[in-house]
Protein backbone atom coordinates (compact mmCIF):
# COMPACT_ATOMS: atom_id res chain seq x y z
CA UNK A 1 0.00 0.00 0.00
CA UNK A 2 1.02 3.54 -0.58
CA UNK A 3 0.39 6.74 0.52
CA UNK A 4 -0.63 10.11 -1.54
CA UNK A 5 3.19 10.72 -1.73
CA UNK A 6 3.81 7.03 -3.24
CA UNK A 7 5.84 6.38 -0.77
CA UNK A 8 5.97 2.52 0.64
CA UNK A 9 4.00 2.31 3.85
CA UNK A 10 4.72 -0.65 6.36
CA UNK A 11 1.45 -2.19 7.74
CA UNK A 12 1.34 -5.37 9.39
CA UNK A 13 -0.75 -7.84 7.54
CA UNK A 14 0.91 -10.95 8.46
CA UNK A 15 -1.85 -13.51 9.78
CA UNK A 16 0.44 -13.70 12.68
CA UNK A 17 -0.35 -10.52 13.57
CA UNK A 18 -4.05 -10.73 13.49
CA UNK A 19 -4.76 -10.86 17.04
CA UNK A 20 -8.76 -9.08 16.84
CA UNK A 21 -11.76 -11.11 17.37
CA UNK A 22 -13.65 -11.46 14.19
CA UNK A 23 -17.40 -12.86 14.98
CA UNK A 24 -16.87 -16.95 15.15
CA UNK A 25 -13.71 -15.85 17.24
CA UNK A 26 -16.85 -14.73 19.58
CA UNK A 27 -18.97 -17.78 18.72
CA UNK A 28 -15.81 -20.10 19.73
CA UNK A 29 -15.31 -18.11 23.02
CA UNK A 30 -19.58 -17.87 24.08
CA UNK A 31 -19.20 -21.53 23.13
CA UNK A 32 -16.83 -22.03 25.93
CA UNK A 33 -19.87 -21.19 28.51
CA UNK A 34 -21.65 -24.20 27.93
CA UNK A 35 -20.58 -27.32 29.73
CA UNK A 36 -20.25 -29.75 26.67
CA UNK A 37 -18.42 -27.43 24.82
CA UNK A 38 -15.94 -26.72 27.74
CA UNK A 39 -15.67 -30.28 29.30
CA UNK A 40 -13.42 -31.48 26.48
CA UNK A 41 -10.62 -28.53 27.12
CA UNK A 42 -11.14 -28.77 30.69
CA UNK A 43 -10.00 -32.52 30.72
CA UNK A 44 -7.57 -31.80 28.31
CA UNK A 45 -6.06 -29.11 30.82
CA UNK A 46 -6.12 -30.94 33.91
CA UNK A 47 -4.41 -34.06 31.83
CA UNK A 48 -1.63 -31.66 30.84
CA UNK A 49 -0.93 -30.45 34.13
CA UNK A 50 -1.28 -33.52 35.90
CA UNK A 51 1.94 -34.86 34.02
CA UNK A 52 4.37 -32.91 35.73
CA UNK A 53 4.95 -32.95 39.32
CA UNK A 54 5.54 -30.09 41.59
CA UNK A 55 7.42 -27.04 39.82
CA UNK A 56 8.91 -29.14 36.78
CA UNK A 57 5.84 -27.71 35.02
CA UNK A 58 7.50 -25.97 32.19
CA UNK A 59 6.42 -21.87 31.39
CA UNK A 60 4.21 -22.12 28.17
CA UNK A 61 3.54 -18.61 27.20
CA UNK A 62 0.79 -17.65 24.83
CA UNK A 63 0.76 -14.08 23.30
CA UNK A 64 -0.47 -12.13 21.04
CA UNK A 65 1.70 -9.40 19.25
CA UNK A 66 0.84 -6.42 21.07
CA UNK A 67 2.97 -4.37 23.49
CA UNK A 68 0.99 -5.29 26.17
CA UNK A 69 2.76 -9.39 26.09
CA UNK A 70 6.28 -6.83 27.00
CA UNK A 71 6.50 -8.22 30.28
CA UNK A 72 6.24 -12.02 29.14
CA UNK A 73 8.37 -11.98 26.16
CA UNK A 74 11.26 -9.38 27.97
CA UNK A 75 11.27 -12.36 30.44
CA UNK A 76 11.40 -15.22 28.09
CA UNK A 77 14.23 -13.48 26.24
CA UNK A 78 16.21 -11.79 29.02
CA UNK A 79 16.06 -15.49 30.47
CA UNK A 80 14.63 -14.44 33.51
CA UNK A 81 12.21 -17.36 33.73
CA UNK A 82 15.49 -19.60 33.71
CA UNK A 83 17.01 -17.19 36.77
CA UNK A 84 14.07 -18.57 38.92
CA UNK A 85 14.95 -22.40 38.50
CA UNK A 86 11.67 -22.98 35.49
CA UNK A 87 11.96 -24.59 32.45
CA UNK A 88 10.41 -22.87 29.36
CA UNK A 89 9.26 -23.73 26.40
CA UNK A 90 9.56 -21.11 22.90
CA UNK A 91 6.19 -18.46 23.18
CA UNK A 92 3.58 -19.32 21.01
CA UNK A 93 2.09 -16.39 19.17
CA UNK A 94 -1.77 -16.56 18.72
CA UNK A 95 -3.90 -15.15 15.63
CA UNK A 96 -6.69 -14.37 18.21
CA UNK A 97 -7.99 -13.94 21.70
CA UNK A 98 -10.53 -17.10 21.14
CA UNK A 99 -7.19 -18.85 19.94
CA UNK A 100 -5.59 -17.80 22.82
CA UNK A 101 -8.71 -18.86 25.68
CA UNK A 102 -9.02 -21.93 23.75
CA UNK A 103 -5.26 -23.24 24.34
CA UNK A 104 -4.93 -21.81 27.89
CA UNK A 105 -8.15 -23.72 28.43
CA UNK A 106 -6.78 -27.43 27.25
CA UNK A 107 -3.44 -26.48 28.85
CA UNK A 108 -1.44 -26.23 25.73
CA UNK A 109 -0.28 -22.75 27.06
CA UNK A 110 -0.24 -22.34 31.00
CA UNK A 111 0.95 -18.32 31.50
CA UNK A 112 -1.25 -15.41 29.21
CA UNK A 113 -2.21 -12.09 29.04
CA UNK A 114 -5.52 -11.40 28.73
CA UNK A 115 -7.67 -8.06 28.30
CA UNK A 116 -9.05 -6.95 32.04
CA UNK A 117 -12.35 -7.22 31.31
CA UNK A 118 -12.24 -10.38 29.52
CA UNK A 119 -11.15 -11.85 32.46
CA UNK A 120 -14.18 -11.19 33.96
CA UNK A 121 -16.06 -13.32 31.20
CA UNK A 122 -13.75 -16.44 31.21
CA UNK A 123 -14.21 -16.40 35.25
CA UNK A 124 -17.57 -15.74 35.52
CA UNK A 125 -19.38 -16.33 32.19
CA UNK A 126 -17.15 -19.42 31.05
CA UNK A 127 -16.88 -20.24 34.66
CA UNK A 128 -13.12 -21.25 34.20
CA UNK A 129 -11.26 -20.75 37.22
CA UNK A 130 -8.43 -18.75 36.39
CA UNK A 131 -7.41 -15.49 38.11
CA UNK A 132 -5.80 -12.35 37.85
CA UNK A 133 -2.26 -12.19 39.45
CA UNK A 134 -0.71 -9.26 37.96
CA UNK A 135 -1.16 -6.57 35.45
CA UNK A 136 1.10 -6.91 32.65
CA UNK A 137 1.40 -2.86 32.00
CA UNK A 138 -0.88 0.30 32.01
CA UNK A 139 -2.21 2.48 29.67
CA UNK A 140 -0.58 1.44 25.79
CA UNK A 141 -3.44 2.15 23.96
CA UNK A 142 -4.88 4.90 22.09
CA UNK A 143 -8.21 6.17 19.68
CA UNK A 144 -6.79 7.07 16.16
CA UNK A 145 -8.53 8.52 13.43
CA UNK A 146 -9.05 9.81 10.09
CA UNK A 147 -6.60 12.98 9.67
CA UNK A 148 -9.33 14.49 8.92
CA UNK A 149 -11.18 14.20 12.07
CA UNK A 150 -10.48 16.92 14.98
CA UNK A 151 -12.75 16.03 17.61
CA UNK A 152 -14.68 12.97 18.95
CA UNK A 153 -17.68 15.22 18.04
CA UNK A 154 -16.85 14.89 14.43
CA UNK A 155 -16.98 10.76 14.71
CA UNK A 156 -21.16 10.86 14.60
CA UNK A 157 -22.59 8.94 11.65
CA UNK A 158 -19.27 7.41 11.37
CA UNK A 159 -17.95 3.58 11.94
CA UNK A 160 -15.30 2.94 14.17
CA UNK A 161 -13.74 -0.12 15.29
CA UNK A 162 -12.91 -1.89 18.84
CA UNK A 163 -10.83 -5.20 19.11
CA UNK A 164 -13.19 -7.01 21.37
CA UNK A 165 -16.09 -6.24 22.78
CA UNK A 166 -15.21 -6.94 26.70
CA UNK A 167 -12.17 -4.57 26.36
CA UNK A 168 -11.30 -1.23 28.31
CA UNK A 169 -10.96 0.04 24.77
CA UNK A 170 -14.38 -0.51 24.42
CA UNK A 171 -15.09 0.99 27.77
CA UNK A 172 -13.37 3.93 27.03
CA UNK A 173 -14.26 4.51 23.59
CA UNK A 174 -17.98 4.58 24.89
CA UNK A 175 -17.23 6.97 27.96
CA UNK A 176 -16.22 9.68 25.27
CA UNK A 177 -18.59 8.79 23.00
CA UNK A 178 -21.78 9.56 25.58
CA UNK A 179 -19.36 12.29 26.76
CA UNK A 180 -20.02 13.90 23.50
CA UNK A 181 -23.49 12.87 22.92
CA UNK A 182 -23.48 10.28 20.52
CA UNK A 183 -25.15 7.10 20.23
CA UNK A 184 -23.60 3.48 20.24
CA UNK A 185 -25.25 1.19 17.77
CA UNK A 186 -23.72 -1.82 15.68
CA UNK A 187 -25.12 -1.88 12.35
CA UNK A 188 -21.39 -2.75 10.92
CA UNK A 189 -19.96 -0.53 8.01
CA UNK A 190 -21.72 0.77 5.49
CA UNK A 191 -24.92 1.26 7.30
CA UNK A 192 -26.62 4.21 7.10
CA UNK A 193 -26.01 6.32 10.66
CA UNK A 194 -27.98 8.93 11.56
CA UNK A 195 -25.65 12.43 12.90
CA UNK A 196 -25.63 11.17 16.74
CA UNK A 197 -25.23 7.83 15.84
CA UNK A 198 -21.65 5.56 16.28
CA UNK A 199 -21.60 2.10 14.63
CA UNK A 200 -18.57 0.00 16.38
CA UNK A 201 -17.44 -3.27 14.86
CA UNK A 202 -14.89 -5.68 15.84
CA UNK A 203 -12.05 -5.85 14.08
CA UNK A 204 -8.76 -7.32 13.85
CA UNK A 205 -6.01 -5.04 15.03
CA UNK A 206 -3.65 -5.56 12.28
CA UNK A 207 -6.77 -4.86 9.74
CA UNK A 208 -7.38 -1.65 11.28
CA UNK A 209 -5.05 0.60 9.92
CA UNK A 210 -5.50 -0.79 5.90
CA UNK A 211 -9.17 -0.08 6.95
CA UNK A 212 -8.52 3.52 8.01
CA UNK A 213 -6.43 4.30 5.12
CA UNK A 214 -8.90 2.78 2.86
CA UNK A 215 -11.35 5.41 4.61
CA UNK A 216 -14.10 2.08 5.41
CA UNK A 217 -13.67 3.39 9.05
CA UNK A 218 -13.71 6.73 10.40
CA UNK A 219 -11.19 5.31 13.58
CA UNK A 220 -10.40 2.93 15.77
CA UNK A 221 -9.51 2.41 19.31
CA UNK A 222 -6.56 -0.61 20.56
CA UNK A 223 -3.38 -1.15 22.30
CA UNK A 224 0.06 -0.10 20.73
CA UNK A 225 1.78 -0.35 18.34
CA UNK A 226 -0.97 -0.22 15.64
CA UNK A 227 -1.41 3.57 16.94
CA UNK A 228 1.95 4.26 16.37
CA UNK A 229 1.97 2.50 12.80
CA UNK A 230 -1.45 4.70 11.39
CA UNK A 231 1.12 7.51 12.41
CA UNK A 232 4.22 6.66 11.08
CA UNK A 233 2.42 5.32 7.86
CA UNK A 234 0.44 8.70 7.77
CA UNK A 235 -2.77 7.00 7.36
CA UNK A 236 -3.76 8.73 10.60
CA UNK A 237 -3.38 10.62 14.08
CA UNK A 238 -4.16 9.94 17.74
CA UNK A 239 -7.28 11.73 18.78
CA UNK A 240 -6.80 10.71 22.45
CA UNK A 241 -4.44 8.66 24.69
CA UNK A 242 -6.50 5.63 26.67
CA UNK A 243 -4.45 6.56 29.24
CA UNK A 244 -5.46 10.09 29.36
CA UNK A 245 -9.06 9.19 29.66
CA UNK A 246 -8.54 6.64 32.83
CA UNK A 247 -5.59 7.34 34.30
CA UNK A 248 -2.50 4.33 34.40
CA UNK A 249 -5.56 1.78 33.76
CA UNK A 250 -4.88 -1.65 33.19
CA UNK A 251 -5.06 -3.03 29.88
CA UNK A 252 -4.20 -6.59 29.55
CA UNK A 253 -3.30 -8.60 32.97
CA UNK A 254 -1.11 -11.97 33.57
CA UNK A 255 -4.05 -14.90 34.01
CA UNK A 256 -2.92 -18.44 35.44
CA UNK A 257 -5.53 -20.87 36.57
CA UNK A 258 -6.50 -21.65 39.49
CA UNK A 259 -4.98 -25.03 39.84
CA UNK A 260 -1.35 -23.90 39.40
CA UNK A 261 -1.98 -21.08 42.14
CA UNK A 262 -3.18 -23.95 44.22
CA UNK A 263 -1.22 -27.04 43.19
CA UNK A 264 1.84 -25.04 42.43
CA UNK A 265 2.28 -22.17 44.70
CA UNK A 266 6.03 -22.07 44.38
CA UNK A 267 5.76 -22.15 40.46
CA UNK A 268 3.70 -19.59 40.33
CA UNK A 269 5.61 -17.57 43.17
CA UNK A 270 8.61 -17.83 40.32
CA UNK A 271 6.65 -17.21 37.14
CA UNK A 272 5.33 -13.70 39.03
CA UNK A 273 8.69 -13.10 39.94
CA UNK A 274 10.32 -13.22 36.65
CA UNK A 275 7.30 -11.44 34.88
CA UNK A 276 7.91 -8.29 37.69
CA UNK A 277 11.83 -8.09 36.92
CA UNK A 278 10.88 -7.69 33.44
CA UNK A 279 8.75 -5.23 33.72
CA UNK A 280 11.50 -3.45 35.98
CA UNK A 281 14.16 -3.93 33.32
CA UNK A 282 11.87 -2.65 30.85
CA UNK A 283 11.15 0.76 32.45
CA UNK A 284 14.27 1.62 32.35
CA UNK A 285 15.08 0.13 29.26
CA UNK A 286 12.72 0.93 26.97
CA UNK A 287 14.91 1.21 23.34
CA UNK A 288 15.75 -2.55 24.41
CA UNK A 289 12.65 -3.21 25.08
CA UNK A 290 11.80 -2.66 21.85
CA UNK A 291 14.46 -4.01 20.31
CA UNK A 292 14.13 -7.37 21.78
CA UNK A 293 10.12 -6.91 20.50
CA UNK A 294 10.92 -6.33 16.92
CA UNK A 295 10.70 -8.41 13.87
CA UNK A 296 15.07 -7.80 13.75
CA UNK A 297 15.06 -8.84 17.66
CA UNK A 298 16.82 -12.20 18.22
CA UNK A 299 13.68 -14.24 18.45
CA UNK A 300 11.02 -11.85 16.57
CA UNK A 301 8.47 -12.01 18.69
CA UNK A 302 6.43 -9.64 16.57
CA UNK A 303 6.23 -8.99 13.22
CA UNK A 304 6.41 -5.16 13.97
CA UNK A 305 9.28 -3.00 13.20
CA UNK A 306 11.23 -0.81 15.41
CA UNK A 307 10.18 2.62 14.52
CA UNK A 308 6.75 2.14 16.12
CA UNK A 309 8.03 0.08 18.64
CA UNK A 310 10.32 2.81 19.39
CA UNK A 311 7.79 5.39 19.15
CA UNK A 312 5.96 3.94 21.87
CA UNK A 313 8.33 2.53 24.35
CA UNK A 314 10.63 5.28 24.28
CA UNK A 315 9.75 8.41 23.19
CA UNK A 316 9.12 10.85 25.76
CA UNK A 317 8.32 14.56 24.29
CA UNK A 318 5.01 14.97 23.80
CA UNK A 319 4.33 18.47 23.52
CA UNK A 320 3.12 18.23 20.04
CA UNK A 321 0.01 16.09 21.50
CA UNK A 322 -0.39 18.64 24.21
CA UNK A 323 -0.76 21.94 21.40
CA UNK A 324 -3.10 19.08 19.60
CA UNK A 325 -5.25 18.71 22.52
CA UNK A 326 -4.53 15.02 22.38
CA UNK A 327 -2.98 15.21 26.05
CA UNK A 328 -6.33 16.56 28.27
CA UNK A 329 -3.82 16.20 31.48
CA UNK A 330 -0.92 16.89 30.77
CA UNK A 331 -0.35 17.45 35.16
CA UNK A 332 -1.08 13.10 35.01
CA UNK A 333 2.42 13.09 33.71
CA UNK A 334 2.41 9.59 32.02
CA UNK A 335 4.00 7.30 30.15
CA UNK A 336 2.88 6.66 26.72
CA UNK A 337 3.33 2.89 27.94
CA UNK A 338 4.56 2.26 31.17
CA UNK A 339 4.66 -0.93 33.42
CA UNK A 340 3.50 -1.70 36.84
CA UNK A 341 2.46 -5.05 38.08
CA UNK A 342 0.50 -4.33 41.32
CA UNK A 343 -3.08 -5.42 40.15
CA UNK A 344 -4.98 -2.43 42.31
CA UNK A 345 -8.58 -3.57 43.60
CA UNK A 346 -10.01 -0.16 43.39
CA UNK A 347 -9.62 -1.00 39.22
CA UNK A 348 -11.05 -4.25 39.40
CA UNK A 349 -14.17 -2.65 41.04
CA UNK A 350 -14.86 0.21 38.78
CA UNK A 351 -13.98 -2.17 35.91
CA UNK A 352 -16.91 -3.86 36.90
CA UNK A 353 -18.80 -1.07 37.54
CA UNK A 354 -18.23 0.52 33.49
CA UNK A 355 -18.53 -2.36 31.77
CA UNK A 356 -22.09 -3.04 33.35
CA UNK A 357 -23.09 0.33 31.76
CA UNK A 358 -20.82 -0.78 28.72
CA UNK A 359 -23.30 -1.83 25.32
CA UNK A 360 -21.44 -5.73 24.33
CA UNK A 361 -23.14 -8.27 22.08
CA UNK A 362 -23.35 -11.62 22.98
CA UNK A 363 -24.62 -13.10 26.22
CA UNK A 364 -23.83 -10.72 28.88
CA UNK A 365 -26.59 -11.61 31.61
CA UNK A 366 -23.49 -12.93 34.47
CA UNK A 367 -22.40 -9.37 34.23
CA UNK A 368 -25.65 -8.45 36.37
CA UNK A 369 -25.13 -10.72 38.96
CA UNK A 370 -21.33 -9.38 39.62
CA UNK A 371 -20.54 -7.40 42.58
CA UNK A 372 -18.03 -5.34 42.26
CA UNK A 373 -16.07 -5.63 46.03
CA UNK A 374 -16.59 -9.36 45.57
CA UNK A 375 -15.06 -9.37 41.75
CA UNK A 376 -11.99 -7.13 43.45
CA UNK A 377 -11.58 -9.97 45.77
CA UNK A 378 -12.36 -13.24 44.07
CA UNK A 379 -11.14 -12.92 40.34
CA UNK A 380 -7.23 -11.67 41.32
CA UNK A 381 -4.51 -13.23 43.46
CA UNK A 382 -2.47 -11.02 44.65
CA UNK A 383 -0.25 -12.56 47.11
CA UNK A 384 2.56 -13.71 44.95
CA UNK A 385 3.16 -10.56 43.33
CA UNK A 386 3.27 -8.47 46.89
CA UNK A 387 6.23 -11.00 47.54
CA UNK A 388 7.34 -10.24 43.87
CA UNK A 389 7.16 -6.24 44.38
CA UNK A 390 9.23 -6.41 47.63
CA UNK A 391 11.79 -8.58 46.37
CA UNK A 392 12.31 -6.06 43.38
CA UNK A 393 12.85 -2.85 45.39
CA UNK A 394 9.08 -2.14 46.38
CA UNK A 395 6.31 -0.60 45.45
CA UNK A 396 8.68 2.92 45.19
CA UNK A 397 10.55 1.06 42.61
CA UNK A 398 7.45 1.42 40.33
CA UNK A 399 6.50 4.35 41.22
CA UNK A 400 3.47 3.29 43.61
CA UNK A 401 2.25 4.01 46.58
CA UNK A 402 3.85 2.40 49.85
CA UNK A 403 0.33 1.34 51.06
CA UNK A 404 -1.02 -0.50 47.26
CA UNK A 405 -3.94 1.14 47.74
CA UNK A 406 -5.22 4.30 45.03
CA UNK A 407 -8.39 6.02 43.82
CA UNK A 408 -9.53 5.75 40.28
CA UNK A 409 -9.15 8.87 37.94
CA UNK A 410 -11.93 8.36 35.02
CA UNK A 411 -11.74 12.18 32.68
CA UNK A 412 -13.32 11.98 29.72
Same mark, same amino acid.
Given at each position: ????????????? +? +???????????????????????????????????????????????????? @??? #????? #????????? /????????????????????????? &???????????????????????????????????????????? $???????????????????? !???? !???????????????? !??????? *?? %?? $??????? =??????? $??????????????? =???????????????????? %?????????????????? &??????????????????????????????????????????? =????? +??? /?????????????????????????????? &?????? @??????????????????????????? &???????????????????? *????????
Amino acid at each position: MTNQNNQNIHICA +S +SDCDCGMSRRDFLRMSALATAGAAAPLLFAGDARAQAFKGDDQPVKIGYLPI @TDA #APLLV #AHGRKLFDA /QGLKTEAPRLFRSWAQIVEAFVSGQ &VNVIHLLSPATLWVRYGSKFPAKVVAWNHVNGSGLTVLNEINSV $ADLGGKTVAIPFWYSIHNIL !LQKL !LAAHKLTVVTRGRGAD !LKKNEVS *LV %VM $APSEMVS =ALASKSI $AGYIVAEPFNALAET =AGVGKILRFSGDVWKNHACC %VTFLAERDLAERPEWSQR &VTNAIVNAQLWSRSNQVETAKLLSSSGPNRYTPHQLQPLTKVL =AVTDY +SDY /QKRGVIAHPQWQQRRIDFQPYPFASYTEEM &VRALVQ @TKVEGDNKFLAGLDPKFVARDLVDDRF &VRKSIAAAGGPAAFGLPANL *LRTETVAV
